[in-house]
């Protein structure tokens, strides 16, 4: 079992939040460089100097694109006393260990499920198991955000980063996936967190999908959007193209393969292990026949799973020949009718969810 995640408050305008992010886990900020620094040069090619240095090219693009981000991740290197730069680094961290590899590493990490009110019998539903480097999991953080003429929101990242998975007082929450295809070249763009982060900063289910589907993009990604209001569809991205995926008799899961018939005859699809091609059917499976009453901890209980283990929904730690090893680091299910998120760190079958609210209006 592993320790809770620290839950961490902030509030106030964007560097604020930045700085205080960067004072309240300046040890996991410290951790999380100390798994990606080197690891961009082991995994990409990159030296230290390499990486900084396409880090300020995509601060550029992050700037340009959204001050306020760029200024809270400012804030984070004040708070933590780290570099700027490597910060923007590791809010980059897909994007150069993948996007810069030209999709030859195949995706293996996470999976993602939605039930909507048609499968629960009241609301919506988000469940996922991150599934990452071991080491992560002492590296992430949960962060109750009130920031200033945007909407509150909880998220769960590695200490540093300003998004990944999370949810806002609107009723929106995102979840994401790993996938790499053939259109993965380097190209420069929104990095993963910050787009998830921009997702949440809008208070319109409208407004998140033209976020995803119309910023550029430097790597692929997955990214789950649902909306308490009952509404959920699956954004498959590349740093070209966007392809829909959407729930059946009120729910979804995925896993890191285009589950998309045009991205697959596209032929940009080619990149995934095979534990992929079963872990999101192995969700649909335990949860399929419970439709119309799936709840919170039938969700949880299919997250526990161990299907093909090692490479099983709940995974354990292992190696994958030519890459990291990985486990999942956390496991999360949001619920959003009652608006809160369950947070268990590392495997779900050994360690208990704690209920995480959004921040006090």
């Not at 053939?182 to 763009?189: I, L, P, R, S």
């Not at 959407?246 to 589950?259: C, D, I």
């Not at 995934?272 to 649909?284: M, Q, V």
Request: net charge negative; hydrophobic share 40%.
């Amino acid at each position: 079992m592993y320790t809770p995640f620290p839950v961490h408050a902030i509030e106030g305008s964007a560097h604020d939040c930045g700085e205080a992010h960067g004072r309240l886990a300046a040890d996991r900020v410290a951790k999380t460089l100390d798994i990606y620094l080197p690891s961009f040069e082991r995994q990409a090619g990159l030296t230290l100097d390499e990486a900084r240095a396409r880090a300020r090219v995509f601060a550029d693009t992050i700037r340009t694109l959204d001050t306020g981000l760029m200024q809270e991740i400012e804030g984070i290197a004040a708070g933590s006393r780290q570099r700027v730069e490597d910060i923007v680094a590791v809010n980059c961290r897909t994007e150069l260990l993948y996007g810069a590899a030209m999709g030859t590493r195949p995706a293996t990490e996470c999976t993602t499920i939605v039930a909507l009110p048609e499968a629960t019998g009241r609301g919506v539903i988000v469940g996922k198991n991150w599934d990452w480097r071991d080491g992560c999991v002492d590296s992430i953080v949960v962060l109750k955000i009130r920031q200033t003429g945007k909407p509150r929101l909880t998220l769960i990242v590695e200490a540093g980063m300003v998004g990944r998975d999370g949810f806002n007082e609107d009723g929106l929450a995102i979840c994401g996936n790993l996938l790499v295809s053939n259109e993965d070249k380097g190209h420069v763009g929104v990095p993963i967190p910050i787009l998830r982060r921009q997702v949440l900063d809008t208070r319109h289910f409208y407004q998140a999908i033209d976020r995803l589907v119309r910023s550029p993009r430097g790597a692929s990604g997955n990214y789950l959007l649902a909306h308490r209001d009952g509404v959920a569809i699956d954004f498959e991205l590349s740093p070209v193209n966007a392809f829909p995926v959407y729930p059946e008799r009120g729910l979804l899961t995925h896993s890191n393969h285009f589950q998309s018939p045009v991205a697959q005859a596209t032929g940009v699809a080619k990149f995934y292990t095979g534990d992929s091609l079963y872990r999101d059917f192995r969700a649909r499976q335990l949860l399929e026949p419970k439709i119309g009453r799936i709840g919170v901890d039938d969700v949880k209980a299919a997250l526990r799973d161990h299907f093909g283990a090692p490479r099983a929904i709940c995974r354990h730690p292992h190696e994958y020949p030519g890459q990291e090893p990985t486990m999942t680091v956390s496991s999360q299910v949001f619920d959003l009718d009652a608006g809160v998120v369950h947070v268990a760190a590392g495997q779900p079958c050994t360690s208990e969810y704690r209920e995480v609210g959004l921040p006090d209006a």
